[in-house]
DNA sequence: CGTTGCCTTGACGCCGGGGTCAACGTTTAG
DNA sequence: CTAAACGTTGACCCCGGCGTCAAGGCAACG
């Protein structure tokens, strides 16, 4: 199959599977004319590729599951160094999450404080309502 | 004091003092010579944003914290505007939280699916029965 | 008077993952 | 033969938050 069909299969652009032809992920063999031609393994490689980018992974993270399937194995996690990349991202999600939590936290105990002072005194110049609680309306 | 003071004194870049300005959080005064001028209210702006930057606030969202000071307010978040940006971001933040809390667990599984293959049968075609060529030499 | 050091504006670079032309070649249907 | 619908490479654009020159102005010191 040529590019625009692999990417309509696929669900991708055609710029997208140059693009990662030109980052090495996906190579393709050229017909007589120049046309790229690809086979129902690229789909799997691109499908592969799709799967992980969704979820969060960059481009370079794919590629060892991408050459894992390259090298016939039955799934792109069938290799220890695609083993390696799903460690490494559980280790850099647990500490982005763990930080994202501390600043929600942080967000929330400002929110909090904040909201307490808002009602009281939103002013300075407003002193005048400092003297009593008095509020007008 | 002039703009380099006032990065030395924020911990910031001269370069980033004037980003801010062009983005207009950060007006300054103009000497004879077009030196930019700053006080020690424009400390507090800077101070302001760096905060709120350090824990994952986009530029944009400091603008009301910044315009909330330039209010004559005591705090950046003594104004409704700020308290709401505050409220967005924690709804954001959950959100962010939730969807990779999500993307953790599924990296998790499939960590643990793949790690259960592996050992038994990294390579089936190698099991299988290696009815290839031998190696030569 | 020169040198040093601060200041000015303007403009390009970066990073990821492509989008969107432009200008041109190829194949196919009518 | 022409036009449509594919394909090719190349190149610029986007976003955020600056870093990093470049070329020049101005101030202070000796």
Not at 73 to 78: K, V
Not at 121 to 126: A, D, F, K, R, T
């Given at each position: 199959m040529r590019i625009g069909e692999l990417a309509e299969r696929a669900g991708v652009s055609t710029r997208t599977l140059r693009y990662y032809e030109a980052r090495g992920l996906l190579p393709a063999r050229r017909s007589v004319n120049g046309y790229r031609v690809y086979g129902d393994d690229d789909l799997r490689l691109v499908e592969q590729i799709r799967t992980l980018q969704d979820v969060g992974f960059g481009l370079e993270e794919t590629r060892p599951f991408v050459e894992c399937l390259q090298a016939g194995?039955?799934?792109?996690?069938?290799c220890p160094a695609s083993l390696d990349v799903y460690r490494r991202k559980l280790a850099e999600l647990d500490v982005l999450i763990g930080e994202l939590q501390a600043v929600r936290e942080q967000v929330g105990a400002q929110l909090v404080r904040a909201e307490a002072e808002l009602p009281r005194?939103?002013?300075?110049?407003?002193e005048l309502g400092r003297a009593g609680q008095d509020e007008p309306g």
């Open positions: 194995h039955p799934a792109g996690d069938s005194g939103p002013e300075p110049l407003c």
